[in-house]
């Protein structure tokens, strides 16, 4: 993975934890049994790290999209370079 992706997923990572405790504590007010807790905060968890795999996924093709795009266009600009550099020396051999 590269940089960009890595810090996201250090983002989604706290973005997690965050969630965790917030559903945690909140849960934990409502007098709900520690077992059926563990069993709610397990499926928490797990629906909260296939949203964020998805997400991560999501942008990093979305990423990958914008730098295929960002090379394209280098190409086309490059091109467009050569055929002025040629239409000025066509210019200056007719001048």
């Not at 942008?59 to 040629?86: G, V, Y």
Request: net charge negative.
């Amino acid at each position: 993975m590269n940089r960009e992706t890595d810090r996201l997923s250090d983002v989604l990572t706290e973005m997690s934890a965050k969630a965790l405790v917030t559903w945690m504590t909140h849960s934990a007010l409502q007098d709900i049994p520690r077992e059926a807790l563990l069993v709610r905060g397990h499926y928490f968890v797990y629906a909260l790290q296939a949203n964020f795999v998805l997400l991560r996924d999501v942008l990093s093709e979305t990423l990958e999209d914008i730098e295929q795009q960002s090379h394209d266009l280098e190409e086309r600009l490059d091109s467009l370079e050569r055929r002025l550099q040629t239409l000025q020396k066509d210019t200056d051999i007719l001048s």
